[in-house]
């Protein structure tokens, strides 16, 4: 298990994170959600031990990972842009994980097949979709038992991302805790079973995927007339309307919602299903897609 | 897990110190197997006497080539903690940071020793194998003695070097601290001296042990030379005193630059790579006291040429201060400490001119 705790981070006055804390439970896929800036970078990193917090601490299984190598040889870590020399090939990149990880070759191969990379062409002749799939073969191989992804989606073409589904979906049989931090909220709604929402400095939203959508409802509202935010009676998330239409998201008991909107005598009502990327949207502030 | 990740440094430093190697080699073969080292003699007519004099050796070729490589290797070998990518990579992998820094010095340190022996010796034995009159005892004292110089300036050098958050920052601090305490060492002089009369600290290029001429970080190599050079060619010329006192102060600089590089450089934080290069080792001290200290030393020439001295200065200056700061438009506080330094090294090289013309501020 992966606790923050009371985590605290500020680049000179800027404060990214403060009093961060959430838990991420052993063998989960679980998925860091943000507007830029929100931080998602710097968590990552701080979990990773790459940075020292100024306040809190990261716990993997109960250790703190800052220059803890015991706990550090069971994580790994894939920044937003993998290191690589200029003059590295994609065999070459390899080395420095087989240093420090179980690496398991067979693996490695068999995505390096799958997603149809040369390992012997120099890495600079890469796209980033290449260097991309090359650095999740490795991720892969390389067998931690904590993973942690920043923006793996990117560059990632359909059929590779399908591919790195399964390989997720592989890891997830062996245990493996992955957190990936994404802007692709379709995607990480498909992967992830629990999540953080990063409001910048704080957890704004963290738990289940799932369980976080029956908190909020979505109704578009057919009228006879013109209705305004103000004559619903409750509070709304997202209101938008298109002449005697309405679209809106709330948050609330469904019995008690219907009750004040059957008082404006709709002429239909219809419950919409809510999505990660809208969920997302609602939980930042911003208005329902 | 440090012998893994050091198996897989040597590895991947493999052909660079094998280019290391044979650019050191050749070009100390080069400049050995072209010269002509055979003693000559020749009549004096003023004293009727034959004198017998031996050619210079080509010692100082790989001592200066180690220099160098003293010089440049510790930069390539450290930039990696300016690339914030790199950061990432490393300091995520399950090694402290004290290790990472040690092994890559060592790997550094291997890489200049190898090269140095090899072309050091190559050197010797080409000598050897040609007509001479040195005392090659000479030599094997060099070579012994120039390792734990080399130790201290690689380690001095991968210190400040390390100090920065970009790699010019990190070339600039290196160049600066090579000087600035010579600098410093001939600003006290001319305060303190008068034209005519002695000096503090002795004048450059004295015997006296605190000439100003041994605060150079490649000092104690240049004298080294010196000295073993007039061995291996059986001259007296060469008689500096105390020179422990000079190779004390550097090993010590050094001793205290491995440790703080071990010991303090991990300690910082992994965030600053690429950022503005804030430490206090780094510009904020340095470029005050550069400007100053540059002023004192030109204080003391004619007025026409010290005007275009000083304009230099002041140039190169407000341009170290945008290369520090990135930018053209410099925060009020850098703006003041500049001025001041300006100010107060004009002032003080005013001073300084006027004291002497006085006989100077104690003699």
Redesign the interface.
Known sequence: MIEIKNLSKSYEKFVALDQMNFKIEKGSMFGIVGINGAGKSTLLRLMAGVMKADAGEVLFDGENIYENEKKKSECLFLPDEPFFSPIASGKSVTQLYKAFYDFDDSIFYKYIDLFGLDINTPLKNFSKGMKRRLFVAIAFASRPKYLLLDEVFDGLDPMARLVFKEGLNTLRVLGTTVVIASHSLRELEEICDSYALLDGKRVARTGSTKNQYDNYLKFNIAFDREITREELGFLVQSFETSGRIIRIACVGSKEEILEKITLLKPLIVDQMNIDFEELFHLSAGGQCV | ?MK??F??EF??SLIPVLVLLVMATVITVIFTATANFAPRSWFNDWTGEMIYTIPPSRLSVPIILFAIMCFVVPMVVFSFKM?S?????????????CKIYLVKAIIGLIAVFIAYTVSFWSMVIITAAMPNGFVFSGFVVAYFLSLPIGFGIFGFNAFVFSRANRVLDGVIFVIIYSTVLALLMVSINNIVATRVGGTIFGRWGDTSPLAPNRWFVYSPIALLISRQENIVVGSNFFSPENLWVMYLFWGLVGAASWVGLILLLPRE???NAEMISNSKFGYIVLLPLTIISAFLVSGLDSIPFRLILFSIIIVAGGLLYVVYKRSFKLKLADIIVFTGAVALGIGLSFLVSYLSNWGGLLF
């Open positions: 897990m893994k990740y198996s897989y590895k991947k690339n990518r790199q950061i990432d990579s490393l300091y995520s992998m399950s090694i402290k940071r934080k992994s965030e």
